[in-house]
């Protein structure tokens, strides 16, 4: 057991699908094989065990900054959480806030990962102090999305600010940026005010 990086993270992702029975027994026993002998990924699977049963809760808590996937966005509205999502694609600055009633808030990023392994998603705010950073996400040939869950909790207390994303893969020694999109967050929103991209 070694407590370093893992070199093939299972992904969070697949992690939930484990718990949501959504793998088949080649994947299940893929997973179980991996966790065994690699502690930073049986962690990941712990998490995402206690994500799969307590979904609402975590989301609420403030707790929740994840990759996540359809079926888990699906699962979570099921289970009540209230989701707002804001596609990032192409170039231009995308209006965003979060309203005192969201539980979660969803970045689709939108981007060519043609020939990427697994890329990082820096989101910054305009002074360059970070809001969250999730590193070594796995991509799947012919990915074209990545779903990036904030919980609102934690965008509650940023206040209105230019937001940029980046997305960056790693090449060798070097970093190379995939995308980079900019938000403008008009910040923490009452639920009276109207919203122009429900
Ligand atoms: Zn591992």
New binding site residues.
Partial sequence: MSDTR?????GFADCIDYWAGDLTRVEEDRIED??F??S???R?LADAEALARGVARVAREGRLHSVVSDAILNRLSADGVRIRTYTLEGTGVIPCAVWADDDLVVARIRADFAGVDSVTIVTRRASGEEISRISDIAVRPGQREILNALSAAHLRKLPATLVRVTVTAQLGAGERTIAEYALEHAGALDRTKPSAHA
């Fill in positions: 893992c070199p093939a993270p299972i991996h966790v002998a690699c930073p990924c049986a990941e």
